[in-house]
Structures are given as C-alpha cells and as structure tokens.
C-alpha cells in the first residue's frame, strides 16, 4: 500500500511563490513516476507534471514551464512542487499522484493520490 499527503498549501499573492510537497509512505518500488494534478472548481482535473523517481527526469504542461518546477528528496520519500510568478488562475487543489511504470499525462493512469492541498491565489 502506498500513501501519499500533501501539505504546503495556503493563499499567496499573484506573483508569490509556493512550494507543496507530497510524502509517501508505505511500499514502494524505486520504478516510479510521481505526478502533479491540480483541479478548480468546476473543471477537469489537469496534468501539472511529473518526475521519474529513480532517474528523476522531469516533464511539465507546456503552459507552466518555467514557472513550476518538481523536485524530489529519496531520502524523505518525499516529492515537490515549486511554484513560482503564481497567477489567479493557478488557483486549485493540488494533487500529488504515484503510477508504476512510466510516466504518463492522464489521470486515468495514477493508481494512488493524496487527499489534496488548496492553492488559492489573490489578484
């Protein structure tokens, strides 16, 4: 079983800057991506990116690259979120996501999630 929790949310200002993290817990193999989902309310849950954990390359949706970026620490089994130049319509709960095998963009393809954390972004 694998858990994962969220933490580091909370309301910044457009322009401030955030960083979540997601530890894990429980057993887990070193052939793994983890990924970042964020959903406002509303709409459909979105791809923010992902890093593989054994070789820890990273991929982002293309309208947060530079401004996002997703780091890892194996010795705190724990993966984060830097988010930076932050905009109202990054406004959402973040989701931290975990799939075996390779990385993928979908939702659909993450068999294990954290219970969210709330970003909430002021003009």
């Known amino acids: 079983q694998v858990q994962l929790v969220e933490s580091g949310g909370g309301l910044v200002q457009a322009g401030g800057s955030l960083r979540l993290s997601c530890a894990a817990s429980?057993?887990?193999?070193?052939?793994?991506?983890m990924a970042w989902f964020r959903q406002a309310p509303g709409k459909e849950r979105e791809f923010v990116g992902y890093?593989?954990?054994?070789?820890?390359?990273?991929y982002y949706a293309d309208s947060l690259k530079g401004r996002f970026t997703i780091s890892r620490d194996t010795a705190k089994n724990t993966v984060y979120l830097q988010m930076n130049s932050l905009k109202p319509e990054d406004t959402a709960v973040y989701y931290c996501?975990?799939?075996?095998?390779?990385?993928?963009?979908?939702?659909?393809?993450?068999?294990?999630w954290g219970q969210g954390t709330q970003v909430t972004v002021s003009s």
């Open positions: 890093i593989s954990w054994s070789v820890g390359t990273t």
């Open positions: 996501s975990l799939r075996y095998g390779w990385g993928t963009t979908s939702r659909l393809d993450y068999a294990y």
């Open positions: 429980g057993r887990t193999s070193s052939r793994y991506f």
